[in-house]
């Protein structure tokens, strides 16, 4: 089963600085049909213009990844990490057991992210924050696992949840498969370009909810980038 949900069905509010589109159901938008997926909670396609971004607020009990998808996102938080994410690249935040954390665009420009929350598993823990490039030429063709729960993804920022979350980029007419387990979740998202999925065509910022599909069959229409979150329920 692949539900399609198209980016002008979406939730969201543009604040000025902030242009907001929900997956699921998220802050002022309640949808009670899109109230996450397997495991995953939020996905936000955030457009945050140029010297502006989230001041200082709380989290705990979530794991937070930010796909950068253009211009950069500069993070500072309560344990007194600091670090600038650019785009291509991923931060993954753990807020455990609790965590203060500010992100701002201090580019000259707009600054385009996913914000991804799943569910945590396990007992809860101290919270923590790290980031890594993951350059595009090295999922150029297939994907690769940005953040795991699980140990042999060695080369992955690590999360405390039973889910991995994968990047490809695939040239117009190329195609790679995916691989999902018995009672797995799926959700992909194109962060640019177009595909089409087990026959299906997504376009940029659509998402793939995917269910008792053992085999993803994934190709590019245009060129692409995409998102795959794999998460159990």
């Not at 607020?57 to 996102?73: L, N």
């Not at 965590?99 to 598993?121: G, K, L, S």
């Not at 979740?185 to 910022?205: D, H, R, S, T």
Request: without cysteine.
């Amino acid at each position: 089963m692949i539900d399609i949900r198209r980016f002008n069905t979406l939730g969201g509010a543009n604040h000025g600085w902030l242009d907001a589109k929900h997956h699921f159901s998220f802050a002022s938008y309640h949808d009670p049909k899109r109230m996450g997926w397997g495991a995953l909670r939020v996905w936000n396609d955030d457009t945050i213009a140029a010297g502006t971004g989230f001041p200082a607020h709380p989290h705990s009990d979530m794991e937070i990844i930010t796909y950068v998808r253009e211009g950069a996102i500069t993070h500072e938080d309560s344990l007194g990490n600091k670090g600038r994410t650019e785009a291509g690249d991923v931060q993954v935040m753990s807020a455990g057991t609790g965590i203060r954390h500010a992100e701002y665009n201090a580019e000259p420009d707009a600054t385009r992210i996913f914000q991804i929350w799943i569910i945590p598993d396990g007992e809860r823990a101290a919270p923590s924050w790290g980031t890594r490039p993951f350059p595009k030429g090295e999922r150029s063709g297939h994907f690769v696992t940005l953040a795991s729960g699980f140990d042999s993804d060695t080369d992955a920022l690590p999360i405390r949840t039973d889910a991995r979350v994968l990047g490809a980029s695939l040239k117009a007419g190329e195609s790679t498969e995916y691989t999902l387990g018995d009672g797995r979740f799926a959700y992909m998202v194109p962060a640019a370009g177009a595909v089409e999925i087990n026959g299906q065509a997504l376009g940029k910022g659509d998402g793939a909810a995917i269910r008792e599909e053992r085999v993803l069959r994934i190709t590019a229409t245009e060129d692409a980038e995409l998102v795959l979150v794999d998460t159990a329920a």
